[in-house]
């Protein structure tokens, strides 16, 4: 606790910029034109399916960390403002996702049946043509469906700026009135962002199977995303150690809670993912049935069960102990290990939309476009960073949240 | 013969929740051992202070949880395949994910048993008596006052450590001698 009030006192000066920005720009915009290359030279179906399993992943993260923010602020939580800044520089990194998206757009064909003359479309006939035709006209058609991008990024840039710009200017002012601002904010914003990531989940991962719907998809999404978001928190907090840099703040009672709520989210990931597939499977309904059933029989099977046991079972049983959630170099690795699962969630939502019975199938663009989105995402990250304070040092409850003990 | 039959405590009282938590922290590092400490609610650093060891609740929870999930996953096995076999809509006898919900009950359930009477076990809790409850003054630990008990054996001299109570802030000082528990 002493330790935590002297460091309190010494200046804490702004982040200088980190020489890994040019290096994660660099690598991202190298991986993103090999992915490019791959789209319209190879193999074009694979490219653009490992470009929307990597765009999906960062960008739910993003909108995860603006959440996490969000329900931070709703809540009026005062332990994790040491960590706010970072939540806040994720979630501010949202607008170079609509430029990333061009990536899933050039796509749009090889993904999605429903989109006008996808050659996908060919294999749909007979009544599941009618059904699909009800689709296309009430939702799923080009129109519409730039109207809710436009409407997904809208927000998701709006709250997450608009949060961060009120806490980089009490950096300055120290203004109480900005605390308050962003207190009554928050809350009205999670509606909003609740709705647009789960029909974000509908488009861009759900859609990919057109007949199949499932209310929950969204969550499901949500979930996973969620969990990333504090498993990367979790990351940035353990590696952010250094002059300027928040980690030496930061106590093991911080670490405790963030790996605490990994381990809740890890719950919380199951719980949802479990809740989809029972009711699919109790209702064994032939027109939800063959979701589960080409993931859940055959080449899929092991993958599936796979899943089970290394994104919840073991984590579950890992996260458990208390001594490992006290030691930030160990729960850096379980967030490592998560972050991996979490993608390794939606090559299974996607890649089966692909490739079908044939199962798991590796193709160098996942790799490839995974180190792209994320290299750019990362990049635009630490330029957001530079020249700012790595966090909120004017905030009234600051050194509240540097004192914190385990109540 | 008198230190078979009976138990001695001193306890102090102390003004602050804080007092008594520093105290107690000087008292161990002068050697006092079997301390324990009282107040109307739960003390920060209070375990710590007494130096207590990692609490033993988190495995009982384990395995009160574990126990349930096996519990769940053998009675609906043996209910739903042995006792009284059902065809439900074609489904396998043996249909697991329709028991994940009860076994995931029964494991909170269990794990909840395990927490709650684990912890009254290791506290020895109910605990209808104590030499503690000699001293009048000492009912103000429910209400307001923050206590700490020292024990020593019956018939040896307590001064030493009464005067090092009273040296450490405690406001009241008092010995109780009761039958042991």
Same mark, same amino acid.
């Given at each position: 606790m002493s330790s935590a009030t002297s460091t309190a006192t010494e200046p804490m000066g702004r982040f200088a910029g980190s020489s890994k920005m040019g290096l994660a720009f660099g690598v991202g915009a190298v991986c993103l034109i090999a992915a490019l290359a791959g789209f319209f030279v190879g193999d074009a179906s694979a490219a653009a399916h490992s470009y929307l399993?990597?765009?999906?992943?960062?960008?739910?993260?993003?909108?995860?960390?603006?959440?996490?923010?969000?329900?931070?602020?709703?809540?009026?939580?005062?332990?994790?403002?040491?960590?706010?800044?970072?939540?806040e520089t994720m979630g501010a990194t949202?607008?170079?996702?609509?430029?990333?998206?061009?990536?899933?757009?050039?796509?749009?064909?090889?993904?999605?049946?429903?989109?006008?003359?996808?050659?996908?479309?060919?294999?749909?006939?007979g009544i599941e043509k009618v059904h699909l035709g009800h689709k296309q006209?009430?939702?799923?058609?080009?129109?519409?469906?730039?109207?809710?991008?436009?409407?997904?990024?809208?927000?998701?840039?709006?709250?997450?700026?608009?949060?961060?710009?009120?806490?980089?200017?009490?950096?300055?002012?120290?203004?109480?009135?900005?605390?308050?601002?962003q207190r009554k904010f928050a809350p009205g914003a999670l509606p909003f962002l609740a709705l647009t990531i789960t029909f974000a989940a509908f488009d861009w991962l759900m859609s990919l199977t057109p007949l199949w719907q499932s209310t929950i998809y969204g969550a499901y999404y949500f979930a996973g995303s969620f969990l990333a978001a504090f498993c990367l928190l979790t990351v940035v907090t353990v590696l952010a150690q250094g002059k300027d840099l928040y980690g030496s703040v930061v106590t093991t009672a911080h670490y405790h809670n963030l790996g605490k709520l990994m381990f809740a989210f890890t719950a919380f990931w199951a719980y949802i993912g479990f809740s989809q597939f029972l009711l699919v499977w109790i209702a064994n309904l032939p027109e939800e049935?063959?979701?589960?059933?080409?993931?859940?029989?055959?080449?899929?099977?092991?993958?599936?069960i796979a899943l089970v046991l290394l994104h919840f079972v073991l984590p579950f049983f890992t996260l458990l102990s208390r001594n490992l959630k006290l030691q930030p170099r160990k729960l850096m690795v379980v967030a490592l290990y998560l972050l991996l699962m979490h993608w390794l969630d939606l090559y299974w939502l996607v890649w089966? &939309?692909?490739? %079908?019975?044939? *199962?798991?199938?590796?193709?160098?663009? $996942?790799?490839? &476009?995974?180190? %792209?989105?994320? *290299?750019?995402?990362?990049?635009?990250? $630490?330029?957001? &960073?530079?020249?700012?304070?790595?966090?909120?040092?004017?905030?009234?409850?600051?050194?509240?949240?540097m004192r914190y003990v385990q109540p | 013969m008198e230190a078979k039959v009976l138990d001695s405590w001193v306890l102090a009282e102390f003004a602050t929740p804080d007092i008594l938590v520093d105290a107690t922290n000087q008292m161990r590092e002068k050697g006092y051992q079997g301390m324990d400490t009282y107040s109307p609610y739960p003390l920060h650093g209070g375990s710590e202070a007494l130096g207590l060891p990692p609490s033993?609740?988190?495995?009982?929870?384990?395995?009160?949880?574990?126990?349930?999930?096996?519990?769940?996953?053998?009675?609906?096995?043996?209910?739903?395949?042995i006792d009284y076999p059902l065809n439900i809509g074609g489904r396998p006898l043996l249909s697991l994910p329709a028991w994940i919900p009860i076994t995931f009950e029964l494991s909170v359930l269990f794990a909840a048993f395990g927490i709650f009477f684990g912890l009254l076990g290791l506290s020895r809790l109910p605990?209808?008596?104590?030499?503690?409850?000699?001293?009048?003054?000492?009912?103000?630990?429910?209400?307001?006052?923050?206590?700490?008990?020292?024990?020593?054996?019956?018939?040896?001299?307590?001064?030493?450590?009464?005067?090092?109570?009273?040296?450490?802030?405690?406001?009241?000082?008092?010995?109780?001698?009761?039958?042991?528990?």
């Open positions: 399993i990597a765009f999906a992943y960062w960008v739910g993260i993003s909108v995860a960390s603006t959440i996490m923010l969000a329900i931070f602020h709703t809540a009026k939580a005062k332990w994790p403002i040491v960590l706010r800044r970072t939540m949202v607008p170079v996702f609509i430029v990333l998206f061009v990536g899933v757009v050039l796509g749009l064909k090889q993904l999605y049946s429903w989109w006008p003359e996808s050659p996908l479309a060919a294999h749909i006939e006209h009430g939702y799923l058609f080009p129109t519409f469906f730039w109207v809710r991008q436009a409407i997904y990024f809208t927000v998701w840039t709006l709250v997450s700026w608009r949060l961060r710009s009120w806490s980089m200017k009490q950096d300055e002012t120290g203004e109480l009135e900005l605390t308050v601002k049935a063959p979701w589960y059933g080409i993931r859940i029989f055959g080449a899929w099977r092991p993958l599936s089966p &939309a692909m490739t %079908g019975k044939a *199962g798991p199938s590796f193709h160098w663009t $996942l790799p490839v &476009a995974f180190v %792209g989105v994320g *290299g750019i995402a990362v990049g635009f990250a $630490l330029m957001l &960073a530079r020249n700012k304070f790595t966090l909120p040092v004017k905030d009234p409850y600051i050194t509240e949240s | 033993r609740v988190p495995f009982i929870a384990l395995g009160g949880g574990l126990t349930g999930m096996c519990t769940a996953l053998a009675m609906q096995t043996w209910m739903n395949t605990q209808p008596y104590h030499v503690a409850f000699e001293s009048e003054a000492f009912r103000s630990a429910s209400t307001h006052g923050y206590w700490l008990g020292v024990p020593f054996a019956a018939g040896t001299d307590s001064s030493e450590t009464m005067n090092q109570l009273k040296a450490l802030g405690a406001t009241q000082v008092t010995i109780v001698t009761g039958e042991k528990e």
